[in-house]
């Protein structure tokens, strides 16, 4: 996966709403992965990064974010 590749994340939590009007929706794609060590959920997950801050969100069900890749409408 390229790190050029865009996603937008969206909160469907208020955590998950107040982070993105604090941080921003637009996120660069590092990684993309079945499983990671620190959580037992189910993957996959995705290694999102903006302005050199890193945060792992899990596409399948996470309870804070939505994803969709720039450009899907």
């Known amino acids: 996966m390229s790190s050029q590749s865009s996603v937008q994340l969206s909160g469907i939590s208020s955590f998950g709403k107040h982070w993105i009007a604090a941080m921003g929706e ?6 993309i992965t079945d499983d990671v060590l620190f959580s037992k959920q189910c993957g ?3 290694l999102l990064e903006r302005n050199h801050f ?10 804070n974010f939505s994803v969709k890749w720039a450009g899907w409408f």
């Open 54 to 63: 890193q945060r792992w969100v899990n596409l399948s069900a996470d309870p």
């Open 44 to 46: 996959p997950w995705m």
């Open 26 to 31: 637009s996120w660069h794609v590092l990684k």
